[in-house]
């Protein structure tokens, strides 16, 4: 069974960047079945995509993100990142890491989610 | 695509019947999936191509619809079915539904 875990900085200053890493356990990052990626829900409980990477690479990300967000991987240590870009109070949120299959782009599998808030 | 839940919040007893409603703003074919979060936990797949069961959903849980509209009915309430419930179209990129709270009454 796919496990994946977020960590990263529960805090970020306005202006910086945002950086998280999920580990995945029970599963290779090489598989060619999945993609990985990161999803996140605001205090108000919007739930909303962010991106997501193949192992070849590829990158699909949320346009309203877009110009911020690089998601990237890390095979070695079977992980994948997520750095955001010039963070606002709008950033603040929960963020999760999650998997799915080639198939379709939706989550089965799931990160138990980790807080950032952003505040000087 | 813009995907809107109706209604917000669901009051209902344990044992009776829920029916969430999810409607996108274009077609969607079957590209739908539903899921559940309750609080401090990450959302779980319930259905997907709007009426697949995922591995391990009680049968109690079932969708229906496609183009636009689409259910999601609970059947014979259980407490731990009480939580807060979204939509997904995959077809046109991702985009998520306001979501719907099942609460007790």
């Known amino acids: 069974q796919l496990q994946l875990q977020e960590s990263g900085p529960g805090l970020v200053r306005p202006s910086e960047t945002l950086s998280l890493t999920c580990t995945i356990s029970g599963g290779s990052i090489s598989s060619n079945n999945n993609f990985w990626a990161w999803v996140r829900q605001s205090p108000g409980k919007e739930v909303e995509w962010i991106g997501h990477i193949y192992y070849s690479g590829s990158t699909f990300y949320n346009s309203a993100l877009k110009s911020r967000v690089t998601i990237s991987l890390d095979t070695p240590k079977n992980q994948f990142s997520l750095k955001l870009s010039s963070v606002t109070a709008a950033d603040t949120a929960v963020y999760f890491c999650a998997a799915g299959y080639s198939s379709g782009w939706l989550f089965h599998y799931w990160g138990q989610g980790t807080v950032v808030s952003v505040s000087s | 695509t813009v995907m809107t839940q109706s209604p917000a919040t669901l009051s209902l007893s344990p044992g009776e019947s829920a029916t969430l409603s999810c409607r996108a703003s274009?077609?969607?074919?079957?590209?739908l999936a539903w899921y559940q979060q309750k609080p401090g936990r990450a959302p779980r797949l319930l259905i997907y191509d709007a009426s697949t069961r995922a591995t391990g959903i009680p049968a109690r849980f079932s969708g229906s619809g496609s183009g636009t509209e689409f259910t999601l009915t609970i059947s014979s309430l259980q407490p731990e079915d009480f939580a807060l419930y979204y939509c997904q179209q995959y077809i046109n990129w991702l985009s998520f539904g306001g979501g719907t709270t099942v609460e007790m009454k």
């Open positions: 274009q077609s969607i074919n079957n590209k």
